[in-house]
């Protein structure tokens, strides 16, 4: 079956700092990727839907200026969270739709992010 | 009120035994509906899709009622290697939302 990647798959930073998370789809293509985020014992929240080629667009309440996205090909996309804070630290997670079902998707295995 | 609602549990069940979750969600615009499961500190993986005359996998089962935006599963003869968080997931356009998840320990 498609396999989605993501890396890396943990990541401690200090306060202040920038990290990337890469979402990648390994043998397929996706113009969209998902992002989302999961707080210990919560629920996966979307964060935002990552379009190739063009804005990402974020759900409500979600800091686009905080989190960048960028989808610069068809396999594919990535998340930067600017000036992490420890209330950043969370569970990323990204999944991409499976080509021949639409409300399908195949999940990312996770990032792991913790702030100091 | 939330868009996808599940009782968090936990449900305890000892090896065996027939265990069922519940899910109501608020859109009634939505038209895909799916049960994923989710191991600790794991990403989720899809259990079934929910369809609207019901169906089955195994020892899993799956039910949806429209009218009264209500989703259920039901797992028969627990193992120990079905504790997990089973989480109740509904299509807002081409996006899916979660439900909170409900936590199945099993018992030996």
């Known amino acids: 079956g498609a396999v989605v990647s993501q890396h890396p798959s943990w990541v401690i930073c200090k306060s202040g700092t920038s990290v990337k998370i890469e979402c990648r789809s390994l043998d397929f293509q996706a113009t969209t990727m998902f992002w989302y985020r999961q707080f210990p014992k919560q629920s996966l929240m979307l964060m935002a839907t990552?379009?190739?080629?063009?804005?990402?667009?974020?759900e409500q309440g979600v800091e686009k200026d905080k989190f960048l996205i960028n989808h610069a090909s068809l396999t594919l996309s990535t998340l930067t969270v600017t000036s992490a804070h420890p209330e950043d630290s969370s569970f990323y997670i990204c999944?991409?739709?499976?080509?021949?079902?639409?409300?399908?998707?195949?999940f990312g295995p996770g990032t792991r992010l913790t702030v100091t | 009120r939330k868009e996808v609602e599940q009782d968090p549990g936990p449900f305890n069940v000892p090896e065996g035994a027939t265990v069922a979750f519940n899910c109501t969600y608020s859109n009634s615009a939505s038209q895909s509906f799916f049960w994923y499961r989710q191991d600790c500190r794991k990403e989720p993986k899809l259990l079934m899709s929910?369809?609207?005359s019901g169906n089955e996998d195994g020892r899993f089962t799956a039910q949806l009622n429209r009218a009264s935006q209500y989703i259920s599963l039901l797992i028969r003869d627990s193992k120990l290697s079905d504790s997990a968080t089973y989480l109740c997931v509904v299509n807002r356009g081409d996006k899916l939302i979660f439900g909170t998840g409900t936590r199945l320990q099993v018992f030996p």
């Open positions: 929910v369809y609207s």
């Open positions: 999944s991409a739709p499976d080509p021949g079902r639409l409300y399908e998707q195949y």
């Open positions: 990552s379009n190739e080629g063009s804005k990402a667009t974020y």
